[in-house]
């Protein structure tokens, strides 16, 4: 089972959807078009180097929730 989370700082940068499971991160962005370059905020790629990242939007979500 995974832990879930919301990340944002205090400047306004944020993820959407964190989720750890066995001690790897799972960053998740959602976005309505997907066609929008969305990438992991600065702050979250400097803290968190070894984490996964990626775009969720309507052509890609049932893949997500599988």
């Known amino acids: ?3 879930s989370y919301f990340w ?3 400047d306004g940068q944020e993820i959407d959807l964190i989720e750890e499971l066995d001690g790897c991160l799972r960053a ?3 976005k309505w078009s997907p066609r929008r370059n969305a ?3 600065a702050a ?3 803290a968190y ?3 996964a ?3 969720i939007h309507p052509q890609n ?3 997500f929730i599988a």
């Open 28 to 30: 998740a962005e959602m």
């Open 53 to 55: 990242f990626e775009v």
């Open 1 to 3: 089972m995974s832990e």
């Open 61 to 63: 979500y049932l893949d």
């Open 8 to 10: 944002r700082t205090h």
């Open 44 to 46: 979250w790629r400097r």
């Open 49 to 51: 180097p070894d984490s």
């Open 39 to 41: 990438r992991a905020p």
